[in-house]
């Protein structure tokens, strides 16, 4: 899927060295579909080169208000109408500075002044030395942008260019890239909080063995991303995968099913959205050997026995929050067959109002997935997607049945 299919960015480009970023952001943007028209400031021109940029864009760059390439003498106008948003990356405290006051006497202020403000989003991604982004004249002017109906992406922290170490950096290309493409979301889910499980559980046999799964928390972690693109405080507890965690999410990792259960009834207590995609180990081992289990010449090998983990799904829907419909529980059936039949059982068995049903030898591990959703109305087949896609969806169906707000 690509995020950002038939979208065309206005990309400005301040003067400041995170210009190096913007070449790389350009090229993610296109990748993810958008066309992406390029506008630098003079100031922009001194660190990355206009070549540079048509290259990566594949159009040739606009810098002066002066351009004699529009029909009409009017790219201001022109290029502003065109886009679907206008990212400003990096963007200088003085063209923030300019924007506030509506100064308009260099092309890309110009177009920011001249877009229709109801329909053309402008996000700011700020790039500056940390003095200069704390300094009360940076703070006040942004406030006054977002009162002005811009979106101000963050920044990052750590070593600047500068040589100091602090708050301003410019985002990376790949952060800023999911925060604007969560800006482009409708937000379903504002207000709400969302608790999510991903991954497999690891159930210790001894200091260095466990029994897992091939779950790789994809879906779960999708979901979360989907939940916080559409507006949601995402809290998603996660068993042990190697995945980055969503921007904006907050996460919780830990190793067992017992662990996980009590992650969850702590977050379970504010949550509003409930959705299960952890693979929980059904079992665990009765014992855990504090030493490691040595391998003894001739001696048969360790019996193992097992004890049944705790159901954390089952656990929440049957607490009193679900019961009172303040917490609305999804969960996930991962079957090796017979999927509708089972995942019907699994719903009415868990307790849940909605369950999605998959085959999960077919979806471990995948960026794609087949699901089916069930519920009291009946079953529906989601067609073939990217996870990111499904989640999105299932994200909207979520919404839709949530009755009080
Ligand atoms: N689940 C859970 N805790 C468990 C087991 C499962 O929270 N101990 C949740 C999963 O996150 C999923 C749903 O319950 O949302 C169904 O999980 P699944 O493994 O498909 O089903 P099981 O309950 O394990 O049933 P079975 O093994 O019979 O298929």
């Known amino acids: 899927m690509s995020d950002l299919q038939g979208k065309h960015l206005v990309l400005g480009l301040t003067g400041g060295i995170a210009c190096y970023k913007a070449a790389e952001l350009c090229r993610a943007f296109v990748k993810e579909g958008a066309t992406v028209q390029v506008v630098m400031t003079e100031a922009a021109e001194r660190f990355i080169t206009p070549v540079t940029m048509q290259a990566l864009s594949g159009r040739p ?19 502003s109408r065109e886009a679907d948003a206008i990212v400003i990356a990096p963007c200088s405290a003085d063209f923030m500075a300019r924007l506030v006051q509506g100064r308009a006497d260099e092309l890309l202020s110009l177009l920011c002044l001249a877009r229709p403000i109801d329909r053309v989003p402008l996000l700011l991604a700020p790039a500056m030395n940390r003095e200069m982004w704390a300094h009360p004249a940076t703070q006040r002017n942004m406030a006054q942008l977002v009162q002005d109906g811009t979106t101000i992406l963050g920044v990052g922290s750590g070593f600047q260019a500068c040589g100091e170490t602090g708050d301003g950096r410019m985002l990376g290309p790949h952060e800023l890239l999911e925060d604007i493409v969560a800006s482009m979301q409708p937000k379903l889910l504002r207000g709400r909080r969302v608790l999510v499980t991903a991954g497999p559980t690891f159930e210790a046999i001894d200091p260095v063995r466990g029994i897992t799964n091939h779950s790789s928390g994809k879906m779960g972690f999708a979901v979360a991303r989907a939940a916080r693109e559409a507006g949601a405080d995402v809290v998603l507890v996660a068993g042990p995968v190697a995945l980055a965690t969503p921007r904006g999410v907050r996460r919780i990792d830990v190793q067992s099913a017992r662990e996980m259960l009590d992650a969850v009834q702590a977050e379970a207590m504010q949550a509003d959205v409930f959705v299960a995609t952890a693979a929980v180990a059904d079992w665990r081992p ?23 983990n705790p159901d954390i799904l089952q656990a929440v829907a049957q607490g009193e929050r679900a ?11 991962a079957e090796s067959g017979d999927l509708l039949a089972n995942a019907q059982a699994k719903r009415a068995r868990k307790g849940v ?15 794609h997935n087949e699901v089916l959703l069930v519920d009291a109305q009946g079953t529906w087949q989601l067609p073939r997607a990217s996870k990111r896609a499904l989640a999105r969806t299932l994200v909207a169906e979520i919404a ?5 707000p």
């Open 61 to 79: 760059v606009y810098t002066s208000q002066w351009d004699a390439r529009e029909s009409n003498g009017m790219p201001h106008i022109n290029l």
């Open 323 to 333: 019961r009172a419909g303040r917490l609305f529980c999804v969960g996930f059936a």
């Open 400 to 404: 839709g049945r949530l009755t009080n």
């Open 286 to 308: 009765a014992s855990f050997s504090a030493d490691k289990i040595k391998k003894a010449e001739g001696a048969a090998p360790p019996a193992l026995a097992f004890v049944e």
């Open 353 to 367: 109002p909605l369950l999605v049903g998959n085959i999960g030898p077919a979806a471990f591990g995948q960026d």
